[in-house]
């Protein structure tokens, strides 16, 4: 879960070449009323 979109493709690459895939991305309004959006990523470990 990430509120900050950089910070998230930042992770997400890191992840990603250690082994992880995204399987699912959802943005959630947890603070309605604000400019804010969660990112919530579901990844799984790749199997080799």
């Known amino acids: ?5 950089a910070t998230l493709a930042r992770d997400l690459k890191v992840l990603c ?4 895939e995204v399987r699912r991305v959802r943005a959630v309004d947890q603070f309605g009323g604000s400019v804010h959006v969660e990112s919530v990523v ?4 790749v199997e080799k």
């Open 1 to 5: 879960m990430s509120c900050d979109s």
């Open 17 to 20: 070449d250690g082994g992880y």
């Open 42 to 45: 579901l990844m799984s470990k």
